[in-house]
Every structure is written in C-alpha cells, then in structure tokens.
C-alpha cells in the first residue's frame, strides 16, 4: 500500500463513522497529501475508491503523481464534472472541506448536484497531517537541513551597506544552493529597528555597524517545509543586545523541555512566556510560541497562548520566542523540533552566539 492510500485508508475510518459516503477534496495540499497530486483538481475519497478530478493541462503531472487514483479529465470545469460524478451516486452524503471550497462553489455545487447531501466538515485531513510519517519526516528533515546551511552562510558574508532586499535575495540563492526546491516561505531578513516587526518585509535600508540582523528563513523539498530564525548582530554586540539575547534563548530552552507527547500546548507556550515576562522586557513577546510545520509552513498544532490542542510524537512543531522593542529592534530564536517519546529532537542546527 503506498502512503497515500494509507492516508486515504485513515480518512475512510473517520467517513465511517461520521457516516458519510464520501469526501470532497479541494485543498491542494490536502489533496497532495492524500494522492499525491501537485497541480490544481478535486479529489474525491471513499472505502472503496480514489478519484482524481483534473483537467488536460496536468495529464502527465496527474499520471505520474496520482497513479493509484481514478483520474478524471474534466471538460467544462472540475466542478461541474464533479456534479455529474455525485448525480451518478444515490443521494450520496458527501463532506466537504468548508474551510477551503469558497461560498460560490459550494452554491454552485449544491444547485449542479441537488441530490446530494453536502455536509461541511473542518480541519479532518488538517488533523491527519499533524501527525507525520517516516517519509514526511525525511523530507521535512532535508528542508531543516538546507536552511541551517543557508543561514549562517549569509550571516558569515554579511557587509556594510548591504540592503534587507539584497540580502533576502542572496539568502533564497543560498537555500536554493544548499538543496532546496524553493524557499518556504518570503524569507523575513530585518535590520536595526525593523527587527521589532515579528513579521517584517524587507526593505531598502542599509546595514550599519551595531545593528541587529534578524533572519527568518525557510526551505521547500518535496513539497515539505523548514522554518528557522536566527538573530546576530553587526560589529559588537551591546549590552543590552547580550540581556535581551540571553532572555529569549532562556525562554526557548525552557519551552523546548516542555515539549513532549501529553504537553498541553498552551503549558508550553507559557514555560517561554513566563521566562520573557518575569524579566525586563514583560509583555514583549507578543505572538504565538510557535506552529506545526509539513505540506504548509504554518499548519497545526499551534502553540499559543490558549492552545489546547496536545502535543503528539511524529508532530514537527517550531519553537520561537521573540523579544519585540519598538525603536530598538527584536531578537527572535527560532527552531524546528520533532516530537518524540523522549522529547523535542532538533531538526534546525545552526550556532547561536555565545559570550
Ligand atoms: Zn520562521
Ligand atoms: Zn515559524
């Protein structure tokens, strides 16, 4: 059995018991992770069968990809072909993702396939993909392993005057360099002041001695992603650079030994949060501990504040406290971690500073 008709095996079980006769696939990444498909279509899963709704442009891609799917070329619109493939069943009860088929295609939908019986369903194959399996987890692996390469390879060649944007560019060659397929994400590369924006874009400031260098960078392989942030200085650190520094990496310390199978992801957002706010620099943490990572770069299980979700062996989670001070800039660590029976295992392994 191939891993995506494992996956589809897995998805079947929850079908029967929410008695559904089938389900109605049209997240591409959910639809890549139950078939293995790339390109743009619909899936459709049951006990017993596997189609794959696409249309002429993705004959080779769907061949290649899908080969243990029914593929279906649509001619006038995946929608409309999968209208007359549910007006062939007997009033079936089909789940469909209403998270991600918009409200027009799902009116449109209900008025091609009146007999049908929609039935909106939330994060089911969100929920299966939490939980990696030995290939995801190989892939994922290689793409923690090229941004650990490519980061500190451009934090070593780092110069004067060199802008966020030109730097943003030489890290996605470097990543591309290093092995990946793409990058992950738009890498976030901010200096000085702009480092206390969590989700800062770069821009065409210049480096200048004394800065701080934030740098959040992902790579793609295979289609799975890596996520890491380091932040250094340019020239000599001062010190209050060391304090802050040294706060946020007690604080991911402290929240990496929280993680394991059974924590209570809120509980271990907190170990990093209570670090952050028993120190000078309270309530300058202000997003989420961090996120699952797989087929997308943010997926579940969050870690946040009042996450109650659980965490699992075979989930692959970052963990990324931030200090953020507006006119003075931010220091953000961040690494991508496994969970195992024995704990967080680390998938990113660049240096940090050390004094
Ligand atoms: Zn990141
Ligand atoms: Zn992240």
Redesign the pocket.
Known sequence: MSSYARRRHELSKWLEQDELDLFIVSSRPNLRYLTGFTGEGIGLVSASRAVLITDRRYEIEAGEEASDCQVVFAEQGHLQQLASYLAELEQPRAGFESQHLSYANYRKLAELADAADLVPAEGVVEGQRAIKDDTEIAAIRRAAQVVSEAVPWVIAGLTAEITERRLSLRLREAILQAGGDDVSFEPVVAFGENSARAHAVPTDRKLAQGDVVLI?A?AKVEGYCS?M?RTVVFGEPTRKFIEVYKTVHRAQHAAMGAIAPGAVAAEVDAQAREVIDSSPYEGSFGHSL??G?GLE??EGPKLGKASEEVLAAGQVV?N?PGIYLPGWGGIRL?E?VLVTEQGAQLLTQAPYLEW
């Open positions: 959040d992902g996520d942030t961090g996120h990572v770069v943010h970052t990324e961040e991508l």
